[in-house]
């Protein structure tokens, strides 16, 4: 189980390493580190505490804290969406304000879907789906040679910071089945 006293150096290291500070209200700041180990003990990975999860790993890649939009934010708002991370500035005068969410709604609207498809009873027929296909690509960064699988490429690379576009697409089919595994 992990403790949100792990979780706080976790986040203080990362906002350390990439010269953020944290929210400089300390009830704030227990309530989002408090949301991240709900998260990470629900789904197994800590997804952003003010962002709806699908609890499928591959949906939810992007919102996985320090998410992908985080640094954009900050550089635009000085903070991030949930205020977990922000600038020196932000901290110093303590202004949070809320920001507009970065996050596509294509992305927002699967989470929702998920979420109350969980909630419908499967029939027999529903439980022996057919094989399935994924659209997950592998994606390499050109700058620094990160590489990632997922749908579509981190908004910021996580290790250099440069943009979506710097992101190539390795294309990669997956269909898996019981018996078999194919890749092209």
Not at 27 to 44: A, D, H, P, S, W
Not at 114 to 123: A, C, D, R
């Amino acid at each position: 189980m992990t403790t949100t006293e792990n979780i706080k150096k976790r986040v203080e290291n990362d906002a350390k390493a990439n010269g953020y500070y944290l929210n400089p209200d300390p009830e704030m700041l227990q309530e989002l580190i408090e949301g991240l180990q709900k998260n990470e003990e629900r789904y197994k990975y800590p997804s952003c505490p003010c962002r709806l999860a699908s609890g499928k790993l591959e949906l939810d890649r992007d919102i996985i804290c320090p998410c992908d939009y985080r640094a954009p934010d900050v550089n635009d708002y000085g903070q991030c969406y949930c205020a977990l991370y922000v600038s020196k500035d932000v901290y110093e005068r303590k202004a949070m304000q809320q920001i507009p969410e970065r996050r596509p709604i294509e992305k927002q609207g699967r989470a929702y879907s998920v979420s109350t498809e969980e909630q419908k009873p499967q029939t027999q027929t529903q439980t022996e789906k057919q094989p399935k296909e994924t659209n997950m690509t592998l994606w390499h960064c050109q700058q620094c040679g990160y590489v990632c699988f997922r749908e579509d490429p981190p908004y910021v690379c996580p290790i250099c910071k440069a943009k979506k576009e710097m992101f190539s697409k390795i294309a990669l089919s997956i269909q898996i089945s019981k018996e078999t595994v194919k890749t092209q």
